[in-house]
């Protein structure tokens, strides 16, 4: 049985609440102009975990956009 890899964030599907926090706080991390090296740290466990758990590290990265 393989897991099939999740391909990017999506704010309307039917998410976790965890996935949901993940997903904001590393959107609000660049913003909120906290030390350089935090921010950075904090984007990349985010990566990380989400490469672990969910088989995609740019999981909250690599959503496509519309056209119009």
């Known amino acids: 049985m393989t897991r099939e ?21 590393r959107q609000r991390a660049t913003r909120e102009g906290h030390c350089y090296q935090h921010v950075q740290a904090i984007t ?3 990566d990380q975990y989400a490469e672990k758990a969910l088989g ?11 056209v119009g």
């Open 56 to 66: 995609n590290r740019d999981y909250f990265l690599n959503k496509p956009y519309g």
């Open 5 to 25: 890899q999740l391909q990017w964030y999506d704010e309307k599907a039917d998410n976790s609440d965890w996935i949901d926090a993940l997903a904001e706080l």
């Open 44 to 46: 990349v466990a985010i």
